[in-house]
């Protein structure tokens, strides 16, 4: 046997040996390296909602699950709409100045939101994240002083806001009910935890 016959054995022997390992290692690095990816559950929580709110009338109001917070979106009635200017004096943060949970700029007016009517707002009270209930009956109720006007009311400590998630003054809650990042799409379909398109 000539030695160039050998080498060349050795030489097939090697880069069959090589590319086995590396097929090997690329089996085990790959599921390793998808650990590192989000899982599906992952990226469903961080993704954005799209809700069509077609069937939405004025005075009701739907929830959905965007980052495993309720988000309510309501339809808000002309009478609803007058009452925002009726509780300014009232409120603590009329504003919407405190950054606690910064409200985007195309929902810092009074009815805290880009259409009038529609309301967009997480249903968790900026004081220990209670879901406030709907109360939107005007006039003397429990829990509630007489002139009420329609809003939200958490039961665990008393806080109340406005048909806009703006709280009372000296009330538990620190801040207003946070307005997600939204848009529209359409006039009926509203992109939840998106605000500018990409």
Avoid at 142 to 162: A, E, I, N
Avoid at 163 to 179: H, M, Q, S, T, Y
Wanted: charged letters at 20%.
């Amino acid at each position: 046997m000539s030695s160039t016959s050998v080498d060349n054995s050795k030489r097939t022997w090697l880069i069959a040996s090589t590319c086995a390992g590396a097929a090997g290692g690329l089996a085990v690095a790959v599921p390793f390296v998808s650990t590192f990816q989000p899982s599906e559950r992952a990226k469903a929580a961080g993704a954005a909602v799209e809700v069509d709110i077609s069937a939405l009338k004025p005075g009701e109001k739907l929830t959905v699950e965007w980052r495993g917070k309720p988000v309510w979106i309501m339809k808000r009635t002309p009478e609803q709409l007058a009452s925002l200017a009726k509780t300014e004096t009232q409120l603590a943060d009329p504003n919407s100045d405190r950054k606690a949970y910064p409200t985007p700029e195309y929902a810092k007016n009074q009815h805290r939101s880009i259409k009038p009517e529609v309301f967009v707002g997480v249903g968790i009270c900026s004081h220990l994240g209670c879901s406030p209930s709907d109360k939107f009956q005007t006039g003397p109720q429990p829990s509630l002083p007489d002139d009420w006007l329609g809003g939200f009311l958490c039961p665990c400590h008393g806080s109340t806001f406005d048909i806009a998630g703006r709280v009372f003054k000296n009330k538990p809650a620190p801040d207003n009910l946070e307005v997600p990042p939204h848009m529209y799409l359409s006039e009926t379909r509203l992109l939840i935890g998106e605000d500018k398109k990409a």
